[in-house]
Each structure stands twice: as C-alpha cells, then as structure tokens.
C-alpha cells in the first residue's frame, strides 16, 4: 500500500481519523451528515475546516495579481458558525440566570416619596442634560434674566446632542470600518461614549462623592481630553497600521 493510500485511510469525517476534511469527492452530502449522530461541535469544526480549505485551493488556482474577494454561502457555512456562537451565549445567559438570580428588593410603598427621585439608568444622560442650568446665560439687556427657562434650556439640550447623534453618519460618507483609519471620526465618538458617562454622573450629583461645581467642570473637560488622546494615539499608530494592513492583504502574487 502506497502512501497515499495511507493517508486517505486516515481522512475521515465521520468524527473519527486526524480530523483533516476530505475532498470533495469523498465528503459526504449535507443529508448524509444529517443522518449521524454528531456534536454541534464536531459540525462546526468540519465546516470551518473545509471552508478555509476551499478558500486556500482557490487562491492557489487564482491567476489575479491581487486581493481575491471570496465569499461562502450563507448556508451551511455562515448559520453554522453563527449557531455555535448563539448556543454558546445562550448557554452563558441560562447559566448566569441559574447561579446567580438577583435579589428582589424591598416593595414601593406609594405613601412615600424618596428623597432622591431618578428615571432608569440607560435614561441618566438626559436628566443629566436637563440639569445644564449654570449655562443658560444671564442676558444684561433683559435686566439680568435668562432668554428661556432651566428646564426649556435642558429640553433644548437634550435635542441638539440627539440631534448632533443622528446626523454623524451621514456627514462621516468613508469607507472605512477600523477607528484607526479614521481617527477623527473615533475621537469623536469616543469624546461622545465619555460625555454620555460624565453627563450621567452628573444627573447623579447628589450621590457622587465629589464637589458639585467640580464635577460640572470635569463633565465638559474629560470628553474633550479623552478625544485628543484617542485621536493622537490613533494618528500615531495610522501609518504602521496602514502599512502592515497593505502588506497583508495587497501582497502581489506571480500568477500560476
């Protein structure tokens, strides 16, 4: 027996043998898998396998000079991959819920009213913004009175940062998909992820150890500085980024 012969007695996809997939004239169909008795696991290891053995064959057999864009179908190869990692979290979830389910607390008695009163914790960053009262401007023309109400400036507040949110994706038009490729874009919404903790630990002054006034300044100062950092670093790293990526992925190839 020949060598090769060896080796091909060792290819197996019935989750026995070295592991290594089979050709395509000796991998069984999608229905003849079915038909075993096989772990998600070992479907999903073999399905991988085969498509970065495909993806290989094809870019050996590939007379372009460049990148070649490959792609797989959606079924089997992708909802496999998608199904182990959804079993995987659901898994985690069912498994936290049982260890460790939370503790009731007391019930609400409506007779009371609490000292501190506050809406739900995704919600601190707007009540944050209606408490900007130190700066609505005090007009001298109108006597030292302020052009609009506390709460009419926090209102407006709130629809300028919504706003200001919404229109980022149509005025940032790059292609680009890493934060380091565009870096003002990410110490933008990195100065926006601080400023939505700063602005909600401020809706929350009163239980914060810290002095009013300083923690108002520190909500305005810590976004801005976070941004230039993130923005410096991520110029920095732009050009050896930019460089390796190429490298990887533009390398020319003498044709076959």
């Known amino acids: 027996m020949s060598d090769n012969d060896s080796d091909n007695d060792d290819v197996r996809t019935d ?20 038909q075993r008795t096989q772990g998600l696991s070992r479907l999903t290891y073999e399905y991988f396998e085969r498509g970065r053995r495909e993806d290989q064959d094809l870019r050996q057999q590939s007379d372009y000079v460049e990148r070649d864009v490959l792609a797989f179908p959606a079924w089997p190869h992708e909802m496999m991959r998608n199904l182990a990692l959804t079993s995987f979290f659901v898994g985690m979830i069912l498994f936290v819920s049982a ?3 939370p503790e009731m607390p007391n019930p609400a008695n409506s007779s009371v009213t609490p000292a ?3 809406p739900d914790w995704y919600l601190y960053w707007s009540f944050g913004l209606l408490k900007l009262g130190p700066l609505n401007p005090d007009l001298a023309i109108l006597g030292g009175q302020k052009i609009m109400a506390d709460r009419t400036y926090g209102v407006l507040a709130n629809v300028v940062v919504v706003g200001f949110v919404a229109i980022v994706p149509f005025l940032n038009k790059g292609a680009a998909r890493r934060p380091v490729e565009q870096p003002f874009w990410a110490a933008v919404g990195m ?17 914060v150890p810290m002095n009013s006034h ?7 100062l810590v976004p801005i500085v976070s941004g230039t950092i993130t923005y410096a670093v991520l110029k920095t790293m732009r ?18």
């Not at 997939?21 to 169909?29: F, G, Y």
């Not at 300083?214 to 305005?220: A, M």
């Open 191 to 207: 100065s926006g992820v601080i400023f939505s903790l700063t602005i909600a630990a401020l809706s929350i002054k009163n239980l």
């Open 99 to 101: 260890a460790l389910p």
């Open 15 to 34: 989750g026995s043998g070295s592991g290594i997939v089979a050709p395509d004239d000796e991998t069984p169909s999608w229905s003849e898998r079915k």
């Open 116 to 118: 501190i009163i506050l």
């Open 239 to 256: 050009e050896g980024y930019m460089f390796t990526l190429n490298r990887r992925y533009y390398r020319l190839r003498p044709p076959k």
């Open 214 to 220: 300083l923690l108002f300044d520190l909500t305005f």
